[in-house]
């Protein structure tokens, strides 16, 4: 998948505007994904209860993460 995306593309460039990124975007950024996904699995959790299933939080949010994991190597597939 990274030889397709850079395939032809000036590495430089890329560097200097990695290098010249605001990290405090990237970090607010991580930040809220991560709340979403906790939240995200907090509801597939009270759900799984509600069906009388106990599972533990780190078991749901691991497979929802694996889920994404998964939709990033072939689309529609983690879902």
């Given amino acids: 998948m990274f ?3 850079f395939n032809g593309a000036d590495l ?4 200097t505007s990695i290098k ?3 990290y405090h975007w990237v970090g607010l950024s991580l930040t809220v994904t991560l709340i979403c996904h906790l ?3 907090l509801r597939w959790k009270l759900l799984l209860v509600a069906l009388g299933e106990q599972v ?3 078991t749901v ?3 929802i993460m ?3 994991f998964v939709n990033t190597a072939v689309p529609r ?3």
């Fill in 12 to 15: 430089k460039a890329i560097w």
């Fill in 66 to 68: 694996s889920g994404y």
């Fill in 39 to 41: 939240a995200r699995a």
């Fill in 20 to 22: 010249s990124a605001d």
């Fill in 61 to 63: 949010f691991l497979a």
């Fill in 3 to 5: 030889y397709l995306a």
């Fill in 56 to 58: 533990r939080f780190r």
């Fill in 77 to 79: 597939l983690g879902e």
